[in-house]
């Protein structure tokens, strides 16, 4: 190894894949280790601690490895919930409390760099949790000689009146104050002569948070400081430089300017919670001051509020303090005391404020609640607003019995207390296994807690398992037990402490992890979910061979957040950016659902703005009248339900200012916007030249489109007489999906099958391989309409419409669209015949447009526009803070011919429209999805440029497309290229007479790729379930088609398309006659395992190991050289088999062992397979 002063060391979070470095870098010092810190293992260590760091070198190999937890480890003579009781018993720690102290529970170095990394562990701790002050390590008094820790740590001062003789501990606690590593910063007044020293810091803009305008003049403020005025200075402890500086002003204006603009009422309006002293009484009007400047060198940033406590010493008068800045103001380490106050409902101030009172900086104390604090819980809940009357009543019951000798077991309450008072309180009953295990199979909580990991005895699960019935649930409260919320309430002042409370709530209680789940009819508690996981909803797997389960009730749905001692050291990033996104289509939830589900990312300003609203899911719609996608599973709706997440305004845009930056809607609400995300989707327009002159839906002629015309339109069928007249009809106009549903609606409505037509023009180039994409399906369908007495009238157009004096529809006259046209003649176009058809309701559901409204607003605001908003490849506009995604958009002309959205999943562009507006936002993981504005580059040839991307970046789809439309020798210009969206598409529908049509299909599955493909189909004998799996040339499933009268587990079969037909082998055995009902084959139990939520994942980390063997790689080398050297698009078999032979034994006994593994892992879930054991194999 390099010597220590030229390896560089870097640290970041552990995860439980390090164990296996950290147990080589132990190595045979094993029994050593336990000596110092007693039984350990490592994967519980790093699920269960606190906070725990791994250092790396440049290159990634684990140098060394600590972890700090709220209580000690190696002695469980003292309980977690006791240690801080013996300590500041037994020692002098007047400043120790539970707030500020970690414990060192485990470190490990190698040794010739052990210095080095345990400072950067202590440093990256520090920084990380700026409110740890100390930390302790408890040593054993028989462990033996720790040269490092005895020199980083120093003892603890007895008390003359310790208890020598009976110490319960067996330790000596050893203590390591951060200000031997990050020294606190100095703070004082400023002086004139600091001017020279500051101005050069604040003209270089690196570190100043706040605007400096015009009139900012800082020799003045130094000069002119008084009782309302006052410049703070800080200082580097060692060096004397000056590093940061405060400026701050008092006066009743500024107060009463945030109190009328922003909404303060959470916090008594900025009045006083305590009495004012006498010295105080002349500033009787003003309970607050403003910090009007902020600088701090970055280096210094984790110890921003060191100021606090001395600015409000200078304002000895003030409860509160509060900074204003622009709401899109990144995250910094200053504001984690202060609360984002949000403006007042029609205001579109630019500047957001941020609020922190004087009480929040002091400490405080969680306990058990006693008896004494009912009354003071009382008080603290009657003088709130937040919750409800019945809300704060069943609070307070619930902590009478819970303190009374009644109490219930497993259920405990847990009081935050400030000076004596309750100010905060959280009301919390044990989970069981059962409980437990309910909640990890609906939600993916082990996405984020590794239940295996924590448990000491995990190599237990690799056992042999057999055969027989596997019913009772893992026992995952015996290594991380938890706790259910059931009340929850913290005074807003001390909401900053929220993750403190929770997890001294947790060492109290000695139990690991926190769950809290809520259903559309609970209270929420706001601030309590802000802090928490949101446990994203796992998709549903049917059990091969058993019935579909119905649909749960809305009622019975919930969503599930979490959080664990591991997870409460991971603070999230508050955005407070102001998101207005228009439109419900799918991409925009899409946009907003990936928004809600990023676990280190809380959003404060989302606003849906929907003339709707959100629309119900198709699960509880009692008419279904669109296809549905399977874009969201009902939990995962369920988040647009919950008000705490996003606010929705129901309207439509109608203009909106880019300069101030708010839109305005047809109802008056006037909404500010920081970015602004149109995703309105195209609506069902009928055309002016065939409507009747206004009121459309009072004729009978009906859009399929908004929430209000669908109830117009069933408010007509349900209160009309004209079914009665066997002549009138009802005519259905479209060539899509959507005209299917709206069939079976009607039926479902009471309408006779004989009265309905349906009118279908030919469909576009977008369909051209027909609406049921299987020509099989479409027949079937045709055949069923037409059996239940339906008159379908195929590729013909509407040619005009006939009303009476009163402006209603009476018939409407239809023409084949085979015959004769314009284009051949007048003599031919003679000959064509128009079809009369009676009818007195006309539902139009044939091509869409943008809603006029938003058409309007875009025009005005000279937003480009080309029959669709013009975006680039980032999906910006013209304005660079709105972005375009969906139906309602396309790609600018100059990156070629491209497809329209629809074409693809709209979930997939709403969370790559996401990603790439995080980017702009700032988050680090997505900024890979922009790239830097070229035009601020400096020394570019840009003629060289626009040769090399003529060249390079004209992909090969868009070539394919603008050689379709005869743009063959047009040369076209690509400046970068175009997202790609790879997602699978699906449809899923309703048919008359109850039949059930699904299809799923990659997103390159054409037609003409289908008629070259292996396509396997079935039918039972009555021919009511058809089926067909469509193998393309490449070996993989890229279709799957049903309609039948049986519902069947879409969930299950859309996870096939995509993959490589060899996971079933299905080709092979329908060629050897082993298949004769495929959908029988595809619910044969052994295929559970394909189906399962994370198998995925699986696939995905297994090819990852895959490729990293040697055998693969040169395997992978020789098999590409042959697909070029022969200009192949497949592999035969035979060739497939010869490679195969290449692949050695180690290899595919790794791919064996972590296949067990994985089903070891997974056997609750997947309990028909035999699993042998695979202990000796772990290690």
Not at 1103 to 1121: G, H, P, T, V
Request: glycine letters at 4%.
């Amino acid at each position: 190894m390099e010597d220590a002063g030229a390896t560089e060391i870097m640290c970041r979070r552990s995860t439980t894949e390090d164990a296996l470095a950290l147990k080589l870098l132990i190595g045979e010092d094993y029994a050593e280790y336990e000596k110092r810190y007693g039984p350990y293992n490592l994967e519980q260590i790093i699920e269960t601690s606190y906070f725990s760091v791994t250092a790396t070198d440049a290159d990634g190999a684990v140098l060394g490895f600590a972890a700090f937890n709220d209580f000690p480890a190696g002695t469980s003579r003292i309980p977690s919930s006791a240690w801080l009781d013996y300590v500041q018993g037994r020692y002098r720690t007047e400043d120790l409390n539970a707030n500020n102290v970690l414990w060192l529970v485990f470190f490990t170095a190698a040794p010739d760099i052990a210095d080095d990394v345990i400072n950067n562990v202590f440093a990256t701790l520090y920084s990380t949790l700026p409110d740890t002050d100390h930390v302790l390590f408890a040593r054993l008094r028989d462990a033996g000689p720790m040269p490092l820790i005895n020199d980083y740590f120093s003892a603890l001062t007895e008390r003359s009146t310790a208890q020598t003789d009976s110490d319960p501990f067996v330790a000596d606690v050893l203590w390591s104050p951060r200000a031997d590593v990050v020294p606190d910063l100095v703070i004082r007044r400023g002086k004139v002569e600091d001017y020279d020293d500051l101005m050069p810091l604040l003209l270089a803009e690196v570190g100043v948070l706040t605007e400096m305008g015009d009139d900012f003049y800082l020799e003045e403020l130094l000069e002119h400081q008084d009782a309302v005025h006052c410049v703070l200075v800080a200082e580097d402890a060692e060096s004397g430089e000056i590093v940061g500086l405060m400026c701050m002003s008092s006066s009743v204006e500024d107060q009463q300017y945030v109190v009328k603009h922003f909404n303060t009422e959470p916090y008594q309006k900025l009045k006083r919670w305590h009495q004012r002293s006498e010295k105080d009484q002349g500033h009787s009007n003003k309970n607050s001051f403003s910090i009007d400047f902020f600088y701090l060198n970055v280096e210094y940033e984790c110890r921003a509020v060191d100021f606090l406590r001395p600015a409000f010493k200078q304002f000895p008068f003030a409860e509160y303090a509060f900074i204003r800045l622009p709401h899109s103001v990144p995250d910094h380490a200053l504001l984690s005391k202060f609360q984002y106050v949000p403006l007042k409902q029609g205001l579109t101030l630019k500047q957001g404020c941020f609020l922190v009172c004087r009480y929040t900086l002091d400490v405080l104390d969680v306990r058990r609640a006693e008896a004494d604090d009912v009354p003071k819980l009382t008080h603290l809940l009657t003088t709130q607003t937040e919750l409800s009357r019945g809300r704060c009543d069943d609070t307070v019951a619930h902590a009478e019995l819970c303190c009374s000798a009644a109490a219930p077991a497993g259920e405990s309450v847990v009081s935050l207390l400030h000076q004596g008072n309750v100010v905060g309180t959280l009301h919390v009953g044990e989970m069981g296994d059962e409980d437990t295990f309910q909640f990890v199979a609906e939600f993916a909580v082990d996405s984020k807690i590794d239940f295996l990991a924590a448990n000491k005895n995990s190599d237990r699960e690799y056992a042999e398992i057999g055969l027989e019935p596997r019913t009772a649930p893992a026992a995952r409260t015996e290594s991380l037990p938890g706790l259910l919320v059931k009340y929850f309430y913290i005074k807003p002042i001390f909401r900053p402490h929220i993750r403190m409370f929770l997890r001294e709530s947790l060492r109290l209680l000695r139990k690991e992890v926190l769950y809290y789940s809520v259903g559309l009819q609970d209270e929420i508690y706001q601030t309590l979910m802000a802090e928490l996981t949101l446990a994203l909803p796992r998709r549903e797997m049917h059990v091969p061979g058993q019935p579909v389960a119905a649909e749960a009730e809305p009622q019975d749905l919930v969503t599930l957040h979490f959080t664990s001692r591991r997870l409460l050291s991971e603070f999230k990033t508050k955005i407070h950016s102001r998101i207005v996104v228009i439109g419900a289509s799918c991409t925009g939830l899409s946009f907003i659902y990936t928004l809600l589900a990023l676990p280190y990312i809380h959003f404060t300003n989302i606003v849906l703005i929907s003339r709707d609203g959100v629309p119900d899911h198709p699960n509880v719609s009692d008419h279904t009248w669109f296809a549905d996608r399977l874009s969201f599973l009902e939990r995962e709706y369920m988040l647009f339900r919950l008000p705490c997440k996003i606010r929705i305004i129901e309207g439509n845009l109608v203009d909106f200012e880019r300069t101030e930056k708010y839109v305005v809607t047809d109802n008056g609400y006037v909404e500010p916007y920081d970015h602004l995300v149109i995703t309105a989707g195209r609506q069902y327009t009928v055309p002016k030249e065939i409507s009747a002159p206004k009121y459309v839906a009072r004729n009978g002629v009906f859009p399929l489109g908004s929430k209000l015309m669908l109830e117009k339109l069933i408010q007509h069928v349900r209160e009309s007489e004209i079914y009665e007249d066997d002549l009138s009809h009802c005519v259905i106009y479209g060539s899509s999906l959507d005209s299917f549903c709206t069939l079976t609606a009607l039926l479902q409505l009471g309408v006779k099958a004989s009265r309905l037509a349906l009118v279908s023009p030919k469909v576009t180039d977008m369909d051209a391989e027909g609406v049921f994409r299987d020509p099989a399906v479409e027949l079937k369908v045709d055949k069923l309409c037409e059996a239940m007495g339906m008159k379908f009238y195929k590729n013909h157009e509407l040619e005009r419409m006939e009303y009476n004096d009163d402006n209603t529809l009476t018939g409407i006259y239809i023409v084949n669209q085979s015959q004769p046209t314009s284009e051949d003649g007048e003599a031919a176009q003679k000959g064509r015949r128009s079809v009369e058809l009676p009818c007195t309701m006309f539902i139009y559901c044939y091509e869409k447009d943008i809603d006029p409204a938003i058409l309007s607003a875009l025009n005005k605001r000279s937003i480009v526009f080309d029959g669709r908003v013009i975006v680039e490849n980032n999906y910006r506009t013209t304005d660079k803070q709105i972005y375009a995604a969906g139906p309602i958009a396309m790609f600018s002309r100059r990156f070629g011919p491209s497809q329209p959205f629809e074409t693809f999943s709209s979930m997939e562009v709403g969370r790559h429209l996401c990603h790439t507006v995080l980017a702009f936002l700032g988050v680090e993981e997505f900024k890979a999805n922009i790239e830097e504005e070229e035009e601020e580059k400096d020394g570019i040839d840009r003629e060289q440029l626009r040769k090399e991307r003529r060249g390079q970046l004209f992909s090969d789809e868009a070539a394919q497309l603008a050689q379709d439309k005869g743009l063959k020798d047009e040369v076209i210009e690509r400046p970068k290229p175009l997202p790609q969206y790879k997602d699978n598409m699906m449809w899923c529908v309703l048919l008359p007479n109850d039949y059930h049509y699904f299809h799923c299909q990659t997103h390159d599955c054409r037609g003409e790729s289908v008629k070259q493909a292996n396509n396997i189909s079935t039918e039972d004998d009555n021919g009511d379930s058809y089926i067909r799996v469509s193998v393309n040339t490449t070996q993989y499933i890229q279709s799957i088609s049903y309609l039948g009268s049986n519902k069947i587990e879409v969930h299950n079969f859309k996870v096939l398309v995509g993959l490589p037909q060899t996971y079933l082998n299905i080709v092979q055995r329908w060629d050897d006659g082993l298949i004769t009902d495929v959908l029988a084959f595809l619910r044969q139990n052994w295929t559970m395992a394909v189906y399962y939520d994370k198998a995925q994942d699986f696939i995905v980390n297994l090819r990852a190991k895959f490729r990293k063997q040697r055998d693969i790689q040169m395997l992978s080398e020789y098999i590409l050289e042959h697909v070029q050297a022969e200009n192949v698009d497949c592999i035969d078999e035979s060739r497939r088999k010869r490679y195969g032979v290449e692949v050695t034994a180690e290899t595919q006994q790794m791919v064996q062992l972590e296949l067990i593994k994985f089903l070891h892992q997974n056997k609750e879930f997947l309990p028909i397979y035999f699993l042998p054991d695979v202990r000796c194999h772990l290690t």
